[in-house]
């Protein structure tokens, strides 16, 4: 038996966690019972001490979880820092119902959102400003890339390193593509260790940590297409869309006004002089609508 060692939960299924070293190996852990007693729940993400029980198996007992820096509800995660979210460009077009109801669940739980539009080898760069200009004032930063010519990977590298980010997206855009451009060949998901969590191709059912770098780690998401906005108040939706507050001093209802059916309201003027996006403004009606049917029942 090896003394304590210091590791990150990279997935949990069955009741085991699988607990990265932050070098090159992967072990197979039990939570002791006392965090049963306690009601706390290993997360994915979790920085953990843990005690190496077989060497050879890999296999070991997590002692104790360490302070965790933030704890996301959905996905169920800690110690999160930043999301990417990833769309393409073009083949399929943008979802941006879906886009927008992504970045009000990060801005819900404080998660700092890049977004990355794929696929530029599909469209001009008229294409490209179009869509900059309606995330211009989101609080997003924006970035294009073409994993197929591999163009704009570096700077996502650069964004990515020393962090560790959730891998947002619908099937389709790239994703995949984009995460073996970034995993180095000396990575985690290598076969040995693939073999031990368990993980193939398209059966991501829960979330999963997977080292890219040094330090870098990224999280892919499952279930992407059906975001739930939970039991967030209607009245509240407004804060997650920062253009607002822009031009939300010009209501006549002030801090009262929620956009949608006032008179006198500065954001809907707003929209109509094209300063905010028409489509971020009707995907945060309908999220409104939404929240607000939902508290009725």
């Known amino acids: 038996m090896r003394g304590s060692m210091t590791g990150k939960i990279i997935k949990g299924i069955a009741g085991f966690y699988y607990v990265h070293d932050r070098q090159d190996q992967v072990y197979a852990c039990k939570a002791k019972g006392i965090f049963r007693k306690m009601g706390v729940k290993p997360l994915v993400g979790d920085d953990v001490e843990f005690t ?10 997590i002692d104790m979880i360490l302070p965790r820096k933030n704890q996301l509800i959905r996905p169920a995660s800690a110690n999160i ?17 879906l886009l927008d109801r992504f970045l009000v669940m990060m801005r819900m739980q404080q998660v700092p959102v890049t977004i990355c539009f794929n696929k530029t080898d599909l469209a001009g760069e008229e294409r490209q400003l179009f869509y900059r200009e309606i995330y211009l004032k989101s609080g997003c930063k924006v970035h294009f890339i073409s994993t197929y010519k591999q163009e704009g990977i ?88 920062p253009e607002f507050s822009l031009y939300s001093g010009d209501c006549r209802f002030g801090e ?39 508290r009725r029942y």
Not at 87 to 95: D, K, L, V
Not at 288 to 293: A, F, P, Q, V
């Open 256 to 294: 009262d006004c929620v956009h949608v059916g006032e008179p006198v309201c500065g954001v809907k003027e707003a929209v109509t002089h094209g300063q905010i996006s028409q489509s971020r403004y009707e995907n945060y009606r309908l999220l409104y609508e939404e929240l607000k049917e939902r």
């Open 154 to 241: 570096d700077e996502i590298r650069t964004l990515l390193r020393g962090r560790t980010t959730i891998l947002a997206g619908p099937s389709g855009v790239g994703k995949s593509s984009l995460t073996n451009l970034l995993q180095p060949e000396a990575g985690m998901e290598t076969g040995e260790i693939s073999k031990k969590i368990r993980r193939g191709k398209h059966t991501t059912r829960h979330a999963e940590l997977f080292c890219v770098d040094e330090d870098t780690y990224l999280m892919d998401t499952p279930g992407f297409s059906s975001l739930y906005l939970g039991v967030m108040e209607a009245g509240r939706l407004k804060y997650c869309f």
């Open 52 to 61: 190496v029980l077989d060497e050879a198996d890999k296999e070991g007992n």
């Open 81 to 97: 820092d930043q999301a990417l979210v990833v769309f393409a460009i073009a083949e399929p077009e943008p979802n941006f119902n």
